[in-house]
């Protein structure tokens, strides 16, 4: 309790008084802590002669950048553990088979199955002294306030860990339920332990919209994660569920930002230092430039150290937020760069639409459409997978999706098609967008 109350103090007090000047001495301090510590334990870190000793950022800027295939395919000797990646994965896969994920690796620590976009496995490890600590994160950095409480949340996603089992704490009660499970079984649970806070990706919240009149007990706000929340959604769940939603940036590589008391999304600076680079590959330090490449350094976490990893994200920072703080703030979560749509503007050369500008354009289109879903095989063409609550003209949705795009001078085909959308049965996200083209901005 003690130490969780600690916790608690510093990532508010952080968040809310470290001045630029003191964020950036504090991730270079933290970021050379980390450095010497793998190069201690780590035979990755030790072996490669290009991790240098830090003194400046200069020198960190040229540490080599590392990517999921690079950090899969030397798990075993990037961790600090001990871990085999063979023995790892295959109690990672035992787990995933059986949808047991309880209990701790070795009585040590949780170990996490991701997909990724591409589908290739990725292996991360939290040890059991974070995932002890997470009730004091969780209400400093994972949406809850002091306010909030005493909550009861119902917390949704394809699997669950034994570190969200250790959130619960006094005052904060934590029910998992599979995005699997039915909506109208998702109610009754809400209903009957009188949940008053859900959480739980978009892709299930829109799958429970239909369903949100039949909520007895009044939300007191609604935490979304693992997917992008557009504003058009966030728009909509508003209506539907009468009550506050956020949402949390976290990822498999870290808990990359969460939302302050203004529902701001701001970049943990002391937990993860995020590097933006613009399309000349040019450091982004102002706001309203798209990210196109987004490279991560975890800060806590010495069990598995990522340093310079590149991440598929696209994001886009904003200007300071009124609460005060000054850690950096995101103004949208584009989404991965694999969602990016493709082109030919009228010059015959190959032009992007983000993902999330095509999503608004179909979401505001009509409240029938529920989920959609966008298919992309060759440049300028797309099939469209649209799920209706009710009857509704996609002749309409058509046209709105022909204007938009010749109004940025592009041309393309469009073919739409009306049928049932259901989450995956699997481990995997729901993805809106599926590109099989290779292309970069």
């Not at 798990?75 to 088979?97: D, H, P, Q, V, W």
């Not at 939302?259 to 993860?272: A, T």
């Not at 009306?418 to 699997?426: A, E, M, R, T």
Request: proline content about 4%.
């Amino acid at each position: 309790m003690i130490k969780a109350i600690r916790d608690y103090r510093y990532l508010m007090k952080n968040r809310k008084n470290l001045t630029q000047e003191a964020i950036v001495s504090l991730q270079l301090k933290n970021i050379q802590e980390l450095l010497r510590y793998a190069k201690h334990h780590s035979p990755y870190y030790r072996d490669h002669e290009e991790y240098v000793d830090l003194s400046s950022w200069d020198d960190f800027y040229h540490l080599p950048i590392m990517n999921k295939s690079v950090m899969m395919e030397n798990f075993s000797t990037i961790n600090t553990c001990g871990l085999r990646k063979e023995e790892t994965m295959a109690y990672a896969l035992e787990k995933e088979k059986n949808k047991d994920y309880s209990g701790y690796y070795r009585d040590q620590y949780v170990i996490g199955l991701s997909s990724g976009t591409s589908g290739n496995k990725g292996l991360f490890i939290t040890p059991k002294s974070m995932t002890k600590r997470l009730p004091a994160v969780f209400l400093a950095r994972g949406g809850v306030m002091l306010r909030d409480l005493p909550v009861r949340i119902l917390f949704c996603l394809r699997v669950f860990s034994q570190g969200f089992q250790d959130i619960n704490a006094p005052f904060m009660k934590l029910t998992y339920a599979s995005t699997m499970t039915k909506p109208d079984e998702l109610v009754r649970i809400m209903n009957e332990k009188k949940m008053n806070i859900l959480m739980a990706p978009p892709s299930m919240l829109r799958v429970l919209m239909p369903y949100a009149h039949l909520i007895k007990h009044p939300l007191k706000k609604i935490i979304t994660y693992a997917e992008v929340l557009s504003s058009a959604d966030q728009e909509q769940f508003i209506d539907r569920f009468h009550t506050q939603v956020i949402e949390i940036y976290q990822a498999s590589e870290g808990q990359l930002a969460s939302p302050c008391r203004f529902g701001k999304l701001h970049i943990n600076e002391d937990m993860v230092y995020v590097e933006l680079y613009d399309e000349h590959h040019h450091l982004i330090k102002e706001p309203h430039i798209v990210g196109q490449r987004m490279i991560i350094t975890n800060l806590i976490n010495f069990a598995q150290p990522l340093i310079r990893y590149e991440m598929n994200d696209m994001i886009v920072l904003d200007e300071p937020c009124p609460c005060g703080s000054h850690f950096r703030t995101i103004e949208k979560i584009i989404g991965r760069r694999d969602d990016n749509l493709w082109f030919y503007d009228q010059k015959g050369k190959p032009h992007v639409i983000y993902a999330d500008l095509f999503a608004r354009w179909i979401i505001t289109e009509s409240d029938a459409i529920r989920e959609f879903q966008v298919i992309q095989d060759d440049i300028s063409s797309i099939l469209i997978r649209v799920d209706l609550l009710h009857a509704f003209d996609i002749n309409q949705l058509k046209q709105r999706l022909l204007d938009e795009l010749h109004a940025l001078h592009v041309d393309g085909n469009i073919t739409i098609e009306v049928g049932k959308l259901d989450l995956p049965q699997d481990a995997n996200k729901y993805k809106r967008f599926i590109s099989h083209l290779h292309m970069n901005p």
